[in-house]
Every structure is written in C-alpha cells, then in structure tokens.
T-cell receptor
C-alpha cells in the first residue's frame, strides 16, 4: 500500500532557530500533500495544502511566513518552522493523496508525525 | 464548510464486546468517509472507508455504515481486543480533490 515517510520523528531546538520537517511519498507520486498540527488529546488541525510546483494554500489563522511549505517534487514536501518559539511545540503530521492504488482513488495516507519541542 | 461531529469522546469496553462510534456531517455533497486509528505518538492510520454510493462496508472485525439521508455514519468494531485501544477519528470529504474534515476523535479503551 501507499507509504508516507516523515522525518524527523522528533526534534528539540532552541527558541529562535528554524526546523525543517520532510514528508516523502515512498511508492507513489503525490501532487497534493497536507500538513496538520495536533495538540495533545485533540483532533488534527489542517495548516496548509501543498501542491507540487505551486504555492501552498494556508488555512485561515496560519502564518505562512512562520510555516514555510515547499513541494518541489511529486514525492517530497517540506515544512519549515521559522524562528521557532515554545508555543510552536506540537505534533506535526503530513499526509499525501495517492491518486490511484489498491485502496481506491484519492485515499489519504499519513506520515508517522514529527514531535517538535522548542526550548 | 463541512462540520463533522463525533461521539462519544471516550469509550471503554470489555474485551470481546462490541464498540460503536458515531459521526454526523453537515454537507450533503460529502461523498467519502474514512476512519483513522491513531496510536499514541503515531500518525493516523486508515482502517476503513466508505463512499457515498455504498451503505455498508465490512473488513473482518470492523464495519462502517452510512446513512446519507440522515447524514451520519458509524464505525463498528466487534470482538474487541486490547490492541484496538487507540484514538479513532472519522472524517468527511466533499469533493475528490477536497480536504478532509475530521471529527474530534474517540478514545477507545478495551479492558482485558
């Protein structure tokens, strides 16, 4: 089945630094990837929709200059948290849409998530 | 946009019993309804989905039912096992390329 790899699985950084999270579709091409943020014991909050070769579409209230998204190829999207602060600490999850596959068209597969802790 | 409500928020059952989680949606145009299982510290994993042209779908111990008229869909887990313990999310999608709208999640605990 479709596999999405997310790296790193956890990262600790100092306040003011930038952190990059990678999301790769391993066995399929994904023209669209989604980035979510999840707080403890809460649902997934969509941050942005990433389309290969074009600018990401951000949800209302999400700062695009703070959360930079790049989708340069059909198998890789990156999320960079710039000038991170403690309030940016969270669980970030990417997902990719497989246009075709054994599970059916347009099934969304999630990465394992990245735990960011900003000190 | 779409609004997905999910109940209950927590559910505890004895091993071997059945568990049912219910979701409602607001947009009649929604046509795809996946269910995800999320274990602690991991990303959500698709366990079953249903499209609007089908009323019920089953995969071994799990099944999903969809009532388009009432705009609700449910996840049924039979013969529950401790390893079924996790958070379960329902979701709805309005168009083929559209985003998913998630419910708030249900923490299922199966006691041995």
């Amino acid at each position: 089945g479709a596999v999405v790899s997310q790296h790193p699985s956890w990262v600790i950084c100092k306040s003011g630094t930038s952190v990059k999270i990678e999301c790769r579709s391993l066995d399929f091409q994904a023209t669209t990837m989604f980035w979510y943020r999840q707080f403890p014991k809460q649902s997934l909050m969509l941050m942005a929709t990433s389309n290969e070769g074009s600018k990401a579409t951000y949800e209302q209230g999400v700062e695009k200059d703070k959360f930079l998204i790049n989708h340069a190829s059909l198998t890789l999207s990156t999320l960079t948290v710039t000038s991170a602060h403690p309030e940016d600490s969270s669980f970030y999850i990417c997902s990719a849409r497989a246009e075709t596959g054994p599970g059916g068209a347009n099934v969304l597969t999630f990465g394992a998530g990245s735990r960011l802790t900003v000190l | 946009g779409e609004n997905v409500e999910q109940h209950p928020s927590t559910l505890s059952v004895q091993e071997g019993d059945s568990a049912v989680i219910k979701c409602t949606y607001s947009d009649s145009a929604s046509n795809y309804f996946p269910w995800y299982k999320q274990e602690l510290g991991k990303g959500p994993q698709l366990i079953i989905d249903i499209r609007s042209n089908v009323g019920e779908k089953k995969d071994q111990r799990i099944a999903v039912t969809l009532n388009k008229t009432a705009k609700h869909f449910s996840l049924h887990i039979t013969e529950t096992q401790p390893e079924d313990s996790a958070v379960y999310f329902c979701a709805a999608r309005g168009s083929t390329l559209g985003r998913l709208y998630f419910g708030r999640g249900t923490q299922l605990t199966v006691w041995p």
